[in-house]
């Protein structure tokens, strides 16, 4: 009988044997990503503590800018009409009322999304909280805050 040749029946000892060449090559992939997972450092995150730690049916999405300008004149500026201007996934954004807007954003699929949300408090200088409204087509909340950058220096 040729090596090559086919038999009817696969050899159960090779059976075995292959099937245990898996299975420890399985657990020795496994033991080899988590000693390289342990020795990297987690990657850094500027949210804050209570978020990471904070169980939620919702997303959590943050992003921190460096802007050189003082705080108060970027509170001033922040109009949430002009998010178009530099936000890419925001088509457009109508004031409603003082303290309600209706945002269009671009959502999955080509489709748009309408976000109708209430601004809920103002500290005047440092953030601005919003909700969404039953309007909404998602549920969505956030704030913005400013503060000064840590280590800044005064310039006259």
């Known amino acids: 009988m040729s090596y ?3 038999s009817s029946k696969p ?5 075995a044997a292959a099937g245990v060449g898996l299975a ?7 033991l ?3 000693r390289n997972r342990a020795d990297r450092p987690e990657l850094p995150s500027d949210a804050p503590n209570w978020t990471k730690a904070r169980q939620s049916d919702r997303a959590l999405f943050g992003k921190s800018l460096l802007i050189n300008r003082p705080r108060e004149e970027l509170f001033a500026a922040w109009q949430v009409t002009r998010f178009p201007e530099f936000m890419e996934n925001v088509v457009s954004v109508e004031d409603r009322s003082d303290d309600v807007s209706e945002w269009t954003i671009k959502g999955p699929a080509g489709r748009e999304v309408t976000l109708v949300n209430r601004v809920t408090e103002r500290v005047e200088g440092e953030a601005i909280y919003w909700q969404s409204t039953p309007a909404s087509d998602v549920a969505n909340s956030g704030e913005v805050r400013f503060v000064d950058a840590p280590g800044g220096a005064e310039h006259s």
């Open 4 to 6: 090559f040749q086919k």
């Open 11 to 15: 050899d159960p000892v090779l059976l």
């Open 24 to 30: 420890a090559a399985g657990v020795g992939i496994a």
């Open 32 to 34: 080899w990503q988590r």
